[in-house]
């Protein structure tokens, strides 16, 4: 495993940045970013962060992990997906998440868009 890096609130500004559809939120004690799909407005994707609100500051190292997940709207109840996909907090994080959103956003189109023949 690679050398333990604290990504900053900042840098996840950055990366996943409002102007290219993501929203930042708060889940508990959290930040969040969100990633709803214009095709698919009932499906998201979901990037945890591991930063806290509190104090803005990513946890200690062993305490957790950047999370990327996928949920689905069915009717008023949001359910799992997809399975998550965790990426450590290591110097390549930044493209790390990438890979995780993509390999999400690809299986979100093998599953909603009808087979071509």
């Known amino acids: 495993m690679g050398t333990?890096?604290?990504?900053t609130l900042e840098?996840?500004?950055e990366l996943l940045k409002a102007s290219k559809g993501w929203t930042k939120n708060i889940s508990?004690?959290?930040y969040v970013y969100?990633?709803?799909?214009?095709?698919?407005?009932?499906i998201i994707i979901?990037?945890?962060t591991s930063i806290k609100t509190e104090t803005t500051a990513a946890r200690?190292?062993?305490?957790?992990?950047?999370r990327v997940f996928v949920i689905k709207k069915d009717g008023k109840?949001?359910?799992?997906?997809?399975?998550?996909?965790?990426?450590?907090?290591?110097k390549n994080w930044r493209?790390?998440?990438?890979?995780?959103?993509?390999?999400?956003?690809?299986?979100?189109?093998?599953?909603?868009?009808?087979?071509?023949?």
């Open 28 to 30: 508990g004690k959290e």
């Open 4 to 7: 333990f890096v604290k990504p």
């Open 60 to 66: 200690k190292v062993g305490k957790d992990a950047i």
């Open 11 to 13: 840098e996840f500004d």
């Open 34 to 42: 969100d990633y709803e799909m214009k095709r698919f407005p009932h």
């Open 46 to 48: 979901k990037v945890l």
């Open 77 to 90: 109840v949001f359910k799992g997906y997809a399975k998550q996909i965790r990426v450590n907090r290591t």
């Open 95 to 117: 493209n790390n998440v990438k890979k995780a959103f993509m390999k999400q956003r690809d299986g979100i189109l093998a599953r909603e868009l009808p087979l071509r023949r």
